[in-house]
């Protein structure tokens, strides 16, 4: 598991770079419209695709760091045996939304590929397909970081509530 929470990190430092290229976009179109009255091309079109992007190359961490949202209202009135079973069961709702997820988008991606599928009128045309394969890959990867964190819990101790309990640190990326 240490390898995919080194990989969860590089694709989370991937993400935070992406929304600071994004921020002096920002700036330099608005800069634009404000003092030279030409805005930049194609920005409302890459900030549209960058969203999803940035969203969901942090997936993966947020999962194995335990932020993902989520109540332990039920978890702290339940014993240790319960709270795990109940764990077990997100683990796997989490694993099947995102894998139903990559599943349901990859012949989207492939038909963007097909037709050159693109956003923008004009001399600006941005491309769908890298951000399509992109959705497709990091869910695939939240698939996979839900099932090892349900692996890691059922091999573990038995704990009340060890994501909590277990924050990420160096030796997880050795």
Known sequence: MKIQVTLARWAHILSAGWVFLLAVLIIADVLGRTLFLQPIAGTKEILQNSVIAVTFLQLPLAIYSGSMLRTTLLLDFLGPRAARALRVFAWILGALLFAAIAYAS?????????????????????????????????????????????????TGPNTPDPVAKRPLNSSDMT
């Open 106 to 154: 990859l012949p989207a991606a492939f038909s963007a590929v097909r037709l050159g599928e693109y956003e923008g009128e004009g001399a600006m045309r941005i491309y769908t397909w890298p951000v399509r394969f992109l959705l497709v890959g990091s869910s695939g990867f939240a698939a996979i970081a839900y099932v090892s964190m349900m692996i890691d819990d059922l």
